[in-house]
T-cell receptor, first 110, second 115 residues
Framework: EDKVVQSPLSLVVHEGDTVTLNCSYE??????LLWYKQEKKAPTFLFML????IEKKSGRLSSILDKKELFSILNITATQTGDSAVYLC??????????FGAGTTVTVRA | ETGVTQTPRHLVMGMTNKKSLKCEQH?????MYWYKQSAKKPLELMFV???????ENNSVPSRFSPECPNSSHLFLHLHTLQPEDSALYLC??????????????FGPGTRLTVT
């Protein structure tokens, strides 16, 4: 059975801090790893990672994948209150099935 | 606004009711998905349709019945639900699989409460 584990489950930081979110996985025939941000309802897409060691960056967010050690990290630098959300990691397996982790709840205090 | 719409946004139904959730995507995608998000549990994939054909049924009880009349519309018909079925139901779409990986775009969800 495919498994996606995110850590920590939640964290509270102050504006300006940097956060690092972790996602480890065990899936059959890995195809890609995706990060989503979920604020109120619908998850919104952040990154898709398919190759090891290549950092994807968008503004203050960046992510990298290690296919040998089976994990990915999502970094948020200079956090703002608008970064408060649940961050979801999902892994797509060979049968095109997307398995999600439980999410990390990030709270950024002013 | 992701190009994926869902109606209704909120639904309260009794255990003997029959209702349907609707999803429509305006992105030209060929694959559509239903997910269930319960409190404190990961998103669970329920059904996958690729080019209107159901390619995944993730051991979902028969009281949930999907329908995909065309690649832009997806329905989830609900019948004789249980209180534990109360959850947020999310629809998503992506480009067809065709050997390539594409990200999924999610609709806003339907918050379902079964009384």
């Amino acid at each position: 059975e495919d498994k996606v584990v995110q850590s920590p489950l939640s964290l509270v930081v102050h504006e300006g801090d940097t956060v690092t979110l972790n996602c480890s996985y065990e899936v059959t025939n890995f195809r890609s790893l995706l990060w989503y941000k979920q604020e109120k309802k619908a998850p919104t897409f952040l990154f898709m990672l398919t190759s090891s060691g290549i950092e994807k960056k968008s503004g203050r967010l960046s992510s990298i994948l290690d296919k040998k050690e089976l994990f990915s990290i999502l970094n948020i630098t200079a956090t703002q209150t608008g970064d408060s959300a649940v961050y979801l990691c999902a892994v797509e397996s060979g049968d095109y099935k997307l398995s999600f982790g439980a999410g990390t709840t990030v709270t950024v205090r002013a | 606004e992701t190009g994926v719409t869902q109606t209704p946004r909120h639904l309260v139904m009794g255990m003997t009711n029959k209702k349907s959730l609707k999803c429509e995507q305006h992105l030209g995608h060929n694959a559509m998905y239903w997910y269930k998000q319960s409190a404190k549990k990961p998103l669970e994939l329920m059904f996958v349709y690729n080019f209107k054909e159901q390619t995944e049924n993730n051991s979902v009880p028969s009281r949930f019945s999907p329908e995909c009349p065309n690649s832009s519309h997806l329905f989830l018909h609900l019948h004789t639900l249980q209180p534990e079925d109360s959850a947020l139901y999310l629809c998503a779409s992506s480009q067809d699989h065709g050997g390539s990986t594409y990200e999924q775009y999610f609709g806003p969800g339907t918050r379902l409460t079964v009384t």
